[in-house]
């Protein structure tokens, strides 16, 4: 099955691994991406489908020094050499937009810090100046919110001007839309809060005007139920049923695939939201161990997913496709290069040879 090609929309997958969307903050101070980064990503074609790191859709959103952006020429005019060397050596990429709301800094934004409410992350993020803790963000204001869907429209016309094959709105691991669907980062009392069904409907707003600038045939969504990060603290059970009605909402969109972060690949709930969105699934089995061919294989095979999503031994096997395929030893990820600029622990993972 892993080898199987897959359509989800118009996009072309030539197998069923998914490169995982992974932030390497290798970006130019301004967000532009660069040619190492075009290499990176070039290296790593043969994946089924590419999803690129996490990408601001405006400097606001930005969570990380080095992430890239999306959000002017500028950044379309550099992203075009990544989606080119990828297209060029037969594959597909789409990029994911990603706001981070709360998990920002106006050390690195020089912007105010947003949110659904005005609660506090945890914990402490790189700036220029040293690690600093997270401030409070402010509470969005009603009418910040209701711009929202037009910021994310015009920033997936931008992807699709730069050449990517799609884009994945990022709803999980703790971000922007994944702070409006959890209770303890949502405390609106106002029709954006959980009590008016407020978070689901600005996830299916900003979705369904991306669908409408560039076709939903081009738009997936990454939800995370249950995989608490960035202070996000929701019982599983409550987040997974949050996310089937989120599917049903977002069923009349057509979207092209619903992307998971999900551990628990032995209950229904990638089906039950493929069958609700009437959808292709890509599965991600989580941050605790780095997912293996076994699991990967398990995942497929079980018909839990249409594709299984790949992060860290990606970033260490550039031809993880090949290696999989033939039962090959694979190099292992060096954590501590994750995030530091330059090649080292980024191009400079070797290939088999041949
Ligand atoms: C270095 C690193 C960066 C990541 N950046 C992102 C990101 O930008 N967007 C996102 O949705 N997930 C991100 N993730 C989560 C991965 O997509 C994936 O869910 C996680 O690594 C678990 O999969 P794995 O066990 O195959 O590595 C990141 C993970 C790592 C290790």
Same mark, same amino acid.
């Given at each position: 099955?892993?080898?199987?090609?897959?359509?989800?929309?118009?996009?072309?997958?030539?197998?069923?691994?998914?490169?995982?969307?992974?932030?390497?903050?290798?970006?130019?101070?301004?967000?532009?991406?660069?040619?190492?980064?075009?290499?990176?990503?070039?290296?790593?074609?043969?994946?089924?489908?590419?999803?690129?790191?996490?990408?601001?859709?405006?400097?606001?959103?930005?969570?990380?020094?080095?992430?890239?952006?999306?959000?002017?020429?500028?950044?379309?005019?550099?992203? $075009?050499? @990544?989606?080119?060397? #990828?297209?060029? /050596?037969?594959?597909?990429? !789409?990029?994911?937009?990603?706001? =981070?709301? %709360?998990?920002?800094?106006?050390?690195?934004?020089?912007?105010?810090?947003?949110?659904?409410?005005?609660?506090?992350?945890?914990?402490?993020?790189?700036?220029?100046?040293?690690?600093?803790?997270?401030?409070?963000?402010?509470?969005?204001?009603?009418?910040?919110?209701?711009?929202?869907?037009?910021?994310?429209?015009?920033?997936?016309?931008?992807?699709?001007?730069?050449?990517?094959?799609?884009?994945?709105?990022?709803?999980?691991?703790?971000?922007?839309?994944?702070?409006?669907?959890?209770?303890?980062?949502?405390?609106?009392?106002?029709?954006?809060?959980?009590?008016?069904?407020?978070? $689901?409907? @600005?996830?299916?707003? #900003?979705?369904? /005007?991306?669908?409408?600038? !560039?076709?939903?045939?081009?738009? =997936?969504? %990454?939800?995370?139920?249950?995989?608490?990060?960035?202070?996000?603290?929701?019982?599983?059970?409550?987040?997974?049923?949050?996310?089937?009605?989120?599917?049903?909402?977002?069923?009349?969109?057509?979207?092209?695939?619903?992307?998971?972060?999900?551990?628990?690949?032995?209950?229904?709930?990638?089906?039950?939201?493929?069958?609700?969105?009437?959808?292709?699934?890509?599965?991600?089995?989580?941050?605790?161990?780095?997912?293996?061919?076994?699991?990967?294989?398990?995942?497929?095979?079980?018909?839990?997913?249409?594709?299984?999503?790949?992060?860290?031994?990606?970033?260490?096997?550039?031809?993880?496709?090949?290696?999989?395929?033939?039962?090959?030893?694979?190099?292992?990820?060096?954590?501590?290069?994750?995030?530091?600029?330059?090649?080292?622990?980024?191009?400079?993972?070797?290939?088999?040879?041949?």
């Amino acid at each position: 099955m892993m080898w199987q090609p897959a359509q989800f929309g118009s996009i072309r997958l030539r197998n069923r691994l998914v490169m995982a969307p992974l932030t390497r903050t290798r970006a130019n101070d301004d967000g532009a991406v660069t040619e190492l980064i075009a290499e990176y990503y070039r290296q790593r074609a043969t994946a089924g489908l590419i999803v690129s790191e996490g990408t601001w859709p405006t400097l606001q959103g930005k969570s990380y020094l080095g992430q890239p952006g999306i959000a002017d020429t500028a950044h379309v005019d550099a992203w $075009r050499q @990544v989606t080119g060397a #990828v297209h060029s /050596a037969g594959g597909s990429i !789409v990029l994911q937009l990603m706001h =981070g709301g %709360r998990v920002a800094h106006p050390a690195i934004t020089r912007r105010e810090v947003v949110a659904p409410s005005a609660v506090r992350p945890p914990g402490h993020v790189r700036t220029a100046s040293g690690k600093q803790r997270f401030p409070v963000p402010e509470a969005m204001t009603r009418a910040a919110i209701a711009e929202l869907p037009l910021m994310y429209a015009k920033s997936a016309r931008r992807a699709i001007s730069a050449g990517f094959d799609g884009v994945e709105l990022h709803a999980a691991n703790g971000y922007l839309l994944h702070q409006f669907l959890a209770a303890n980062t949502n405390l609106r009392g106002d029709e954006y809060g959980l009590e008016a069904g407020g978070g $689901r409907r @600005v996830v299916t707003e #900003v979705a369904q /005007a991306v669908v409408d600038e !560039v076709g939903a045939d081009r738009v =997936g969504i %990454r939800l995370s139920p249950g995989n608490n990060v960035q202070g996000i603290d929701e019982d599983y059970q409550t987040a997974a049923d949050g996310c089937r009605s989120l599917a049903l909402d977002l069923r009349p969109l057509g979207l092209a695939y619903i992307s998971l972060v999900w551990a628990r690949p032995g209950d229904s709930l990638s089906r039950d939201i493929g069958s609700a969105a009437q959808t292709s699934i890509v599965v991600n089995t989580g941050p605790a161990t780095a997912t293996t061919r076994e699991e990967a294989r398990a995942v497929l095979d079980s018909g839990a997913a249409d594709a299984v999503a790949v992060g860290r031994a990606f970033i260490a096997n550039p031809d993880l496709a090949r290696r999989w395929a033939e039962g090959r030893v694979e190099n292992h990820p060096d954590q501590a290069t994750f995030y530091v600029g330059g090649p080292r622990g980024y191009t400079d993972y070797g290939v088999l040879p041949g």
